[in-house]
């Protein structure tokens, strides 16, 4: 430090203004605003992944359970009930239709009873009789 011939620093040599540690402050904390508007935005594609892998494996159960059933024990028609995934309602449609004598098509849907509510889901299989 190189100090003036009266014993104090020099004007260059006594640190930051005022106005640099503010600028500083102003900086850091848009910094830490955006990685908070970040850290949110991630938590909401993690809750939506999450509901997501929660439908996909409930319509797979029932479709393997379908599966399981004999072709002849199988029902044509629709049938309708409700599953509440984190507190969201859901109308899970399970749909056997023929597509030939010998061919069943099996469909299981999952959506949200208010649309926009949450995300959806849908698969489809297939049971055939024995030749």
């Known amino acids: 430090m190189s100090l003036s011939p009266w ?3 020099s004007p260059d040599t006594r640190g930051f203004t005022l106005i640099e ?14 990685v908070l508007n970040l850290t949110q935005a991630l938590a909401r594609q993690m809750r939506y992944a999450a509901t997501t892998s929660e439908l996909v494996v409930h319509a797979q159960e029932r479709v393997d359970s379908l ?8 029902t044509l028609g629709t049938l ?8 969201v309602p859901y109308l899970r449609t399970q749909t056997v239709s023929s597509v030939t004598g010998l061919l069943y098509q099996l469909q299981v849907d999952l959506a949200p009873i208010t649309s926009g509510e949450g995300p959806s889901y849908s698969t489809t299989s297939y049971s055939a009789a024995v030749w």
């Open 7 to 9: 014993g104090t620093p």
């Open 80 to 87: 309708y009930d409700t599953l509440t995934l984190d507190g």
């Open 67 to 74: 599966e399981s059933l004999d072709f002849d024990s199988l």
């Open 21 to 34: 540690v503010i600028a500083a402050l102003v900086i850091f904390s848009l910094g830490v605003l955006m």
